[in-house]
């Protein structure tokens, strides 16, 4: 199982940004999908997560009503919309895909930088 991350970048304070977060060679049904960031000199936290099947949701508190996370199943991509971004947003951003049976796989990461 591959996992690619896109849409990284550098962004103004308030501005937006759409990670995706593509998977291939996969053999087995996803349970579950989510955002993680890391930022320098800090340990890595769970942004949002989604399940496959029913779509339900979870977001940190940091980051409630400005990200959304979604999927197509369909494209076996994963989504991160990023509105009204603040310089504390700055960190690389992994996505992470637990397959039914348990196995869990990371993307590469993508970096977003929130600087004026």
């Known amino acids: 199982v591959h996992l690619v991350e896109s849409g990284g970048g550098l962004v103004q304070p308030g501005g937006s940004l759409r990670l995706s977060c593509a998977a291939s060679?996969?053999?087995?049904?996803?349970?579950?999908m989510s955002w993680h960031r890391q930022a320098p000199g800090k340990e890595r936290e769970l942004v949002a997560s989604?399940?496959?099947?029913?779509?339900?949701?979870n977001y940190a508190d940091s980051v409630k009503g400005r990200f959304t996370i979604s999927r197509d199943n369909a494209k076996n991509t994963v989504y991160l919309q990023m509105n009204s971004l603040k310089p504390e947003d700055t960190a690389v951003y992994y996505c992470?895909?637990?397959?039914?049976?348990?196995?869990?796989?990371w993307g590469q990461g993508t970096q977003v930088t929130v600087s004026s």
């Open positions: 992470r895909r637990v397959m039914s049976g348990g196995y869990v796989y």
């Open positions: 989604i399940t496959s099947a029913s779509g339900n949701t």
């Open positions: 060679g996969l053999t087995s049904s996803t349970y579950h």
